[in-house]
Nanobody, 123 residues
């Protein structure tokens, strides 16, 4: 099994920055891809960014491309650097891990999920 714990959420003003972290533990050797998803108020959970566990190949949703950066900073941690935040970025952000190489943006392809961390962008 893989355990995922997110941290770093909070309240930030529009245009500000925030960095989220996801710590992975357990059978991390089984991970192929790590992803970040978010769910805004009254919205469905949507893909934000993904990175392959070993190769570091990244993918981004069009809505965050150029503003967000996903990276694997060490053996156990994946971060999401968020810059130029907008009110529409307000959501609960979830870290997820996939053991297979299916479509990176598909929720069903991820096997493990963190508890989520709240990000609020408001003035």
């Amino acid at each position: 099994q893989v355990q995922l714990v997110e941290s770093g959420g909070g309240l930030v003003q529009p245009g500000g920055s925030l960095t989220l972290s996801c710590d992975a533990s357990g059978r991390t050797f089984s991970i192929y891809r790590m992803g970040w998803f978010r769910q805004g108020p009254g919205s469905e959970r949507e893909f934000v960014a993904a990175i392959t566990w070993r190769g570091g190949f990244t993918s981004y949703a069009d809505s965050v491309k150029g503003r967000f950066t996903i990276s694997r900073d060490n053996a156990n941690t994946v971060t999401l650097q968020m810059n130029g935040l907008k009110p529409e970025d307000t959501a609960v952000y979830y870290c997820a891990a996939a053991s297979g190489s299916g479509y990176y943006y598909t929720i069903q392809n991820y096997d493990y999920w963190g508890q989520g961390t709240q990000v609020i962008v408001s003035s």
